[in-house]
């Protein structure tokens, strides 16, 4: 490995530009597992500190944008079964981040679905598609601020999201436009 390819050696310009570039997308997968806002920020906290433990073992620098939407969806995962009440079994990903050979097949899936899901998200009405759309695109937005964009009462923001994304998931699991 060439010490020039490692993430240990970032100075800060190039760590505020790898959160520039990957952190909004972290947010939006943590989100997608319906975790809360405080959990999301666990699951992105949770993906960037692996990615720090990991640093000296990278081994493709173009790859860690990958590895951190994975990581996300790792940790996003495991803290959603936490949340159920599931038993979580902490698994290492060993080969750090660009250490295994990325799955090309896993990769299209993951990236169908995201399509599939968007797609499903564009399907909903209003105010369904825009609320989500903020939700997933302003992870830390409050109430307050969504209920302003939108123009609705600020306590039908818990109950509307609820439902949208109870209508979502529906779309998503039969495969079906509205």
């Known amino acids: ?16 530009d790898l959160v520039a570039r990957f952190d909004g ?15 999301a920020a666990d699951a992105v906290q949770g993906a960037w500190l692996r990615l720090v433990e990991s640093a000296d073992a990278i081994r493709d620098p173009d790859r860690v944008g990958a590895w951190l939407v994975t990581t996300t969806r790792n940790e996003a995962a495991r803290l959603s ?12 990903d060993l080969d750090g981040p660009g250490g295994a050979t990325p799955d090309p097949a896993a990769e299209v899936v993951d990236a169908d679905f995201g399509r599939h ?7 909903l ?3 369904c598609r825009s609320l989500l759309r903020l939700y997933v695109l302003n992870p830390d937005a409050r109430y307050s601020q969504i209920a302003i964009r939108l123009d609705l009462p600020i306590g039908s923001i ?21």
Do not use: K, Q, Y
């Not at 490995?1 to 505020?16: F, G, V, Y």
């Not at 079964?81 to 290492?92: K, N, Q, T, W």
């Not at 994304?165 to 699991?173: D, Y």
């Open 158 to 178: 818990g109950p509307t999201r609820a439902r949208c994304m109870s209508r979502l998931r529906a779309l998503v699991a039969d495969g079906e436009a509205p």
């Open 81 to 92: 079964r936490r949340s159920r009440g599931e038993v979580v079994a902490d698994i290492e």
């Open 1 to 16: 490995m060439h010490s020039d390819n490692t993430l240990a050696r970032l100075d800060r310009a190039a760590w505020e």
């Open 25 to 39: 997308r972290m947010w939006a997968v943590a989100r997608a597992f319906g975790l809360s806002a405080a959990d």
């Open 125 to 127: 009405g209003e105010p």
């Open 117 to 123: 899901v968007w797609r499903r998200l564009n399907a």
